[in-house]
């Protein structure tokens, strides 16, 4: 069964900092472009940040600068690492993968998810 597993979530004061992880299974995807997403009560889902097969990367104006996406193909894994975190960074966080190697930051352009893991910043 291919999936898609994150973990690393949790409660954090304002200005910490939290490693998210995605655990992919089932396949490789080393050739896909891999992305994070996430989404606050009541809003819409967003886009945070996308690496393509070649590690490219794009992130969100709004966490440029403070969050990094990055790949372990060895490990079929991906990792959002957030610092200077803020109460607007709640937000149950999802990890998606493309079938395509390039980077895209709309949503219908993913086709597997994973369940989300939740991320608190207190103030």
């Known amino acids: 069964q291919v999936q898609l597993v994150e973990s690393g979530g949790g409660l954090v004061p304002a200005g910490g900092s939290l490693t998210l992880s995605c655990a992919a299974s089932?396949?490789?995807?080393?050739?896909?472009?891999m992305g994070w997403f996430r989404q606050a009560p009541g809003k819409e889902r967003e886009f945070v940040a996308a690496?393509?097969?070649?590690?490219?990367?794009e992130y969100a104006d709004s966490v440029k600068g403070r969050f990094t996406i990055s790949r372990d193909n060895a490990k079929n894994t991906m990792y959002l690492q957030m610092n200077s975190l803020k109460p607007e960074d709640t937000a149950v966080y999802y990890c998606?993968?493309?079938?395509?190697?390039?980077?895209?930051?709309?949503?219908?352009?993913?086709?597997?998810w994973g369940q989300g893991t939740q991320v608190t910043v207190s103030s």
């Open positions: 690496i393509s097969w070649s590690d490219n990367t």
């Open positions: 998606a993968a493309r079938r395509f190697g390039t980077i895209a930051t709309g949503m219908s352009a993913y086709y597997l």
């Open positions: 089932g396949r490789t995807f080393s050739s896909a472009a």
